[in-house]
Each structure stands twice: as structure tokens, then as C-alpha cells.
């Protein structure tokens, strides 16, 4: 499988993570000796089911390396078009390939192992969006404190990991990348990523009455693609850095 890092975007002033950055893109930024990216990128050459690895965004690409063949192409402006531009790049590299894996680039604790579980565990099954989630029990106890956006369903507390894996044909429909990305643009914002999917899903997730199953089926049904949530039992798949405590908590962490 191959694999696609976001790697776009600068902090600017008004953003936590400015201090740090200082008009840096937030990628390079450093983490316990190295580039955030090259912590990801590191856990990618690692992982022994990515074959080739495509970086999006990131202008100074002879300052990362990985052990897997590397392609780069640039920032698309919008996260769901810069997931478009990879897997475009994907097909012209390995047109047999099915599925695509993309991840974030400021997501430094996870590693290789963590990867290939998240590959042969979504592909235990065949459908076209396997979206990664995290418990808050989980969560909390790797990095408590981490201030994590949760949403609350009716069996469980949960976060979205930024590493999912999807079909290639994801991006072929005009009508369905529109309302996906209006879904990636509301990933953090709970309450408004349900209302995108309907009103009654909105009300069941504020009577605490949506379990993940349900929202699984609805989201798919209004978007019309087959999905499957896939729990994470490691944290750091959903360990991303917004914000200056969690630059600092995993500063801290991975300089061990």
C-alpha cells in the first residue's frame, strides 16, 4: 500500500503554535532533534506493508528523508484536494494499487508497527473509507491532560485519528468529494460535522442516543460510500499538534 503525508500549512501569528513556528511550516517544525514530518516519515519507511511514500506540501524536500521511494508535489490549497493530488500521484506510481494510506505530518509518536496494524486491520474487509478513531479511556491514559476534542456517543467517547486509509475510486465522484470535504473541514467540530450529516443525527448525538455504529451508517448512507470506523488501541495515531501544551507533552515524550 502506499501512503500519502499531509504536509502543508504555516501557523500563522493568531495560531498556538506561531511561537514555536515563527513562519516555519509547522511540518519542520522541530521535534527532540528532528523535523515533526520526519518522525512520521521514519515510522513509514519502518512500516513493512508501505511500499512508496508521497509527501504534499512541503517545499524544502531535501531536508526530510525516508527509507521507502519518495515522490513530493505541491501544497493543493485544501486538505481534500491535496488527498486528491496523492492519490492521483499514486496511480500514475503503481496503477495496480487499490488503497491508499494518508496521515497527517504532525503526528511524531506514531511508528511502524502501529501502521501496519492499522493496514492489516482494515483490510480485514473490503470497503471504501476505514476511519480512525481513538477512546478517550485510551487516550487519557497515554497522555493525560492531552486536551483532546471527544465526542460523546452513547457506548463510548471518542477522538478522530489522523491516519485512515481509503479506495482510490474516493475521489473519482465531483458530487461526493464535495460533501466529504465539507466532513474533513468539520472533523473537529462535532457538533457540526453530525448536522452536515443530518438533523437527526445532530439531535441523537445531543440526547447522548448515536452510538458509533449508527453514525458509521448514517454518514455513509448521506454520502453514499461504504465506511468502517476503526478503533485505535494506541493513542498516538490521534496524538496530532495543535496547540503549545501538546507540542511541549510530546517534546517531552519523544526525547525519551
Known amino acids: 500500500m502506499d501512503a500519502i ?5 504555516i501557523p500563522q501569528p493568531e495560531e498556538p503554535l506561531y511561537e514555536y513556528t515563527q513562519g516555519i511550516p509547522k511540518a519542520m517544525l522541530d521535534i527532540a532533534g528532528k523535523p515533526m514530518v520526519q518522525w512520521v516519515l521514519d515510522a513509514l519507511g519502518s512500516a513493512k506493508k508501505v511500499e512508496n511514500v508521497i509527501i504534499i506540501g512541503l517545499d524544502d524536500a531535501g531536508s526530510v528523508t525516508c527509507a521507502k521511494p519518495t ?5 493543493q490549497g485544501r486538505m481534500l484536494s491535496n488527498i486528491q493530488a496523492g492519490i492521483d500521484k499514486m496511480r500514475e506510481i503503481n496503477p495496480k494499487s487499490e488503497y491508499v494510506l494518508s496521515a497527517s505530518a504532525d503526528i511524531p509518536a506514531i511508528t511502524g508497527e502501529m501502521i501496519d496494524w492499522l493496514v492489516d486491520t482494515a ?10 478513531v481513538v477512546k478517550k479511556e485510551t487516550m487519557e491514559a497515554r497522555y493525560p491532560g492531552s486536551n483532546r476534542t471527544f465526542t460523546k456517543l452513547a457506548d463510548m467517547e471518542l477522538c ?8 482510490h475510486s474516493m475521489t473519482t465522484d465531483p458530487e461526493h468529494l464535495s460533501k466529504w470535504e465539507v466532513l474533513i473541514g468539520k472533523r473537529k467540530a462535532p457538533l457540526k460535522q453530525a448536522a452536515t450529516i443530518g438533523i437527526w443525527t445532530l439531535i441523537l448525538l445531543l440526547l447522548g442516543r448515536l452510538s458509533l455504529a449508527d453514525a458509521v451508517k448514517r454518514a455513509t448512507k448521506k454520502l453514499n460510500f461504504t465506511g468502517r470506523a476503526i478503533i485505535f488501541p494506541y493513542a ?15 517534546q517531552a515524550d519523544l526525547e525519551k
Not at 160 to 167: P, R
Open 160 to 167: 478522530g485519528a489522523d491516519i485512515h486509509i481509503a479506495h
Open 71 to 75: 515522490y513530493h508535489i505541491p501544497n
Open 123 to 132: 483490510l480485514e474487509t473490503r470497503h471504501d473509507i476505514y476511519y480512525g
Open 5 to 9: 503525508v499531509i504536509a502543508g500549512g
Open 236 to 250: 498516538e495515531a490521534a496524538m496530532d499538534v495543535d496547540k503549545s501544551h501538546q507540542y511541549e507533552m510530546l
